[in-house]
Nanobody, 123 residues
Protein backbone atom coordinates (compact mmCIF):
# COMPACT_ATOMS: atom_id res chain seq x y z
CA UNK A 1 0.00 0.00 0.00
CA UNK A 2 1.07 3.61 -0.63
CA UNK A 3 0.27 6.70 1.37
CA UNK A 4 0.42 10.29 0.12
CA UNK A 5 0.68 12.80 2.93
CA UNK A 6 0.12 16.46 2.13
CA UNK A 7 1.09 19.50 4.15
CA UNK A 8 1.33 23.26 3.80
CA UNK A 9 -2.23 24.41 3.32
CA UNK A 10 -3.79 27.23 5.30
CA UNK A 11 -5.28 30.70 5.24
CA UNK A 12 -3.53 33.51 3.40
CA UNK A 13 -4.43 36.96 2.16
CA UNK A 14 -4.75 37.71 -1.53
CA UNK A 15 -1.33 38.28 -3.04
CA UNK A 16 0.34 36.00 -0.55
CA UNK A 17 2.15 32.71 -1.00
CA UNK A 18 1.90 29.13 0.21
CA UNK A 19 3.96 26.03 -0.46
CA UNK A 20 2.33 22.62 -0.50
CA UNK A 21 4.25 19.38 -0.06
CA UNK A 22 3.21 15.79 -0.70
CA UNK A 23 5.35 12.82 0.30
CA UNK A 24 4.71 9.27 -0.87
CA UNK A 25 5.60 6.35 1.37
CA UNK A 26 5.03 2.62 1.47
CA UNK A 27 5.48 0.09 -1.32
CA UNK A 28 6.99 2.42 -3.91
CA UNK A 29 9.27 1.09 -6.64
CA UNK A 30 9.20 4.33 -8.61
CA UNK A 31 6.81 7.16 -9.39
CA UNK A 32 5.90 8.38 -12.85
CA UNK A 33 3.81 11.54 -12.97
CA UNK A 34 2.95 13.45 -9.80
CA UNK A 35 0.55 16.33 -9.64
CA UNK A 36 -1.84 18.59 -7.83
CA UNK A 37 -5.56 18.90 -8.32
CA UNK A 38 -8.05 21.14 -6.58
CA UNK A 39 -11.74 21.14 -5.89
CA UNK A 40 -13.70 24.21 -4.88
CA UNK A 41 -17.18 23.94 -3.33
CA UNK A 42 -19.76 23.07 -5.96
CA UNK A 43 -17.15 22.54 -8.65
CA UNK A 44 -15.47 19.55 -10.24
CA UNK A 45 -11.94 18.54 -9.34
CA UNK A 46 -9.49 20.10 -11.78
CA UNK A 47 -5.83 19.66 -12.61
CA UNK A 48 -3.63 22.45 -11.28
CA UNK A 49 -0.16 21.23 -12.23
CA UNK A 50 1.64 17.99 -13.00
CA UNK A 51 5.26 16.95 -13.40
CA UNK A 52 6.89 13.88 -14.89
CA UNK A 53 9.76 11.97 -13.33
CA UNK A 54 12.03 13.74 -15.79
CA UNK A 55 10.86 17.16 -14.65
CA UNK A 56 8.54 18.18 -17.46
CA UNK A 57 5.68 20.22 -16.05
CA UNK A 58 2.32 21.43 -17.26
CA UNK A 59 -0.10 23.86 -15.67
CA UNK A 60 -3.70 24.94 -15.80
CA UNK A 61 -4.02 28.24 -17.65
CA UNK A 62 -5.43 29.87 -14.53
CA UNK A 63 -2.21 29.33 -12.55
CA UNK A 64 0.48 29.76 -15.20
CA UNK A 65 3.07 32.28 -14.10
CA UNK A 66 1.95 32.12 -10.46
CA UNK A 67 2.38 28.46 -9.43
CA UNK A 68 5.43 26.26 -9.77
CA UNK A 69 5.44 22.48 -9.41
CA UNK A 70 8.64 20.62 -8.56
CA UNK A 71 9.67 17.25 -7.19
CA UNK A 72 12.44 15.48 -5.34
CA UNK A 73 12.60 11.96 -6.76
CA UNK A 74 14.93 10.76 -4.00
CA UNK A 75 12.32 11.73 -1.41
CA UNK A 76 9.26 10.74 -3.49
CA UNK A 77 7.96 14.21 -2.81
CA UNK A 78 6.20 16.77 -4.97
CA UNK A 79 5.85 20.46 -4.16
CA UNK A 80 3.57 23.26 -5.29
CA UNK A 81 4.80 26.80 -4.77
CA UNK A 82 1.83 29.14 -5.02
CA UNK A 83 2.48 32.86 -5.39
CA UNK A 84 0.19 35.84 -6.03
CA UNK A 85 -2.71 33.88 -4.63
CA UNK A 86 -6.23 34.96 -5.50
CA UNK A 87 -9.55 34.29 -3.74
CA UNK A 88 -10.52 32.06 -6.66
CA UNK A 89 -7.62 29.76 -5.75
CA UNK A 90 -9.54 28.78 -2.62
CA UNK A 91 -10.13 25.02 -2.71
CA UNK A 92 -9.10 21.69 -1.27
CA UNK A 93 -5.85 20.71 -2.96
CA UNK A 94 -5.16 17.02 -3.61
CA UNK A 95 -1.89 15.34 -4.44
CA UNK A 96 -1.88 12.59 -7.05
CA UNK A 97 0.80 10.09 -8.02
CA UNK A 98 1.17 7.31 -10.58
CA UNK A 99 3.10 4.79 -8.50
CA UNK A 100 4.94 1.78 -9.86
CA UNK A 101 4.93 -1.15 -7.44
CA UNK A 102 6.42 -4.61 -7.41
CA UNK A 103 3.70 -7.19 -8.02
CA UNK A 104 4.84 -10.77 -7.90
CA UNK A 105 7.48 -11.17 -10.61
CA UNK A 106 6.59 -7.95 -12.35
CA UNK A 107 5.64 -4.33 -11.91
CA UNK A 108 2.27 -2.63 -11.81
CA UNK A 109 1.23 1.01 -11.96
CA UNK A 110 -1.46 2.39 -9.68
CA UNK A 111 -2.99 5.80 -9.12
CA UNK A 112 -3.01 7.21 -5.58
CA UNK A 113 -4.52 10.31 -3.98
CA UNK A 114 -3.73 12.27 -0.86
CA UNK A 115 -6.36 13.21 1.70
CA UNK A 116 -6.45 16.84 0.61
CA UNK A 117 -5.36 20.08 2.23
CA UNK A 118 -7.44 23.23 2.45
CA UNK A 119 -6.17 26.44 0.91
CA UNK A 120 -8.19 29.56 1.68
CA UNK A 121 -7.35 32.93 0.16
CA UNK A 122 -9.07 35.93 1.69
CA UNK A 123 -9.72 39.12 -0.24
Amino acid sequence: QVQLVESGGGLVQAGGSLRLSCAASGSVFSINAMGWYRQAPGKQRELVAAITSGGSANYADSVKGRFTVSRDNAKNTVYLQMNSLKPEDTAVYYCNADVVQVEGWGLGEHDYWGQGTQVTVSS
